[in-house]
Nanobody
Framework: QVQLVESGGGLVQAGGSLRLSCAAS????????MGWYRQAPGKERELVAA???????YYADSVKGRFTISRDNAKNTLYLQMNSLKPEDTATYYC??????????????WGQGTQVTVSS
């Protein structure tokens, strides 16, 4: 089991940027695919971005070109760089770890979430 702790959320104006971080412990970070999900009030949780152990990435159409997912295996940390933020990006963002090296399938572990609020 891996423990995940998100940080970096906050309140920003539309067009601004934030970088979310997810610190992982309790497992071998480098062998797990990782992802970022978000959930807004009244809406379903959605996958925002994911990265496999081999470095391949996935982005939801809504964030493509604006968000970048990356990982630093030496620091056991996952990042989500969010640029050109829009009010519709407002949500609680969750770090997720998959059981294997691919981000296909069911998430094994979740972080506690960090709030991102984008004002217009």
């Amino acid at each position: 089991q891996v423990q995940l702790v998100e940080s970096g959320g906050g309140l920003v104006q539309a067009g601004g940027s934030l970088r979310l971080s997810c610190a992982a412990s309790g497992s071998i970070f480098s062998i797990n695919a990782m992802g970022w999900y978000r959930q807004a009030p009244g809406k379903e949780r959605e996958l925002v971005a994911a990265i496999s152990s081999g470095g391949s990435t996935y982005y939801a159409d809504s964030v493509k070109g604006r968000f970048t997912i990356s990982r630093d295996n030496a620091k056991n940390t996952l990042y989500l760089q969010m640029n050109s933020l829009k009010p519709e990006d407002t949500a609680t963002y969750y770090c997720a770890a998959y059981p294997g090296g691919s981000y296909y399938g069911t998430v094994a572990d979740w972080g506690q979430g960090t709030q991102v609020t984008v004002s217009s």
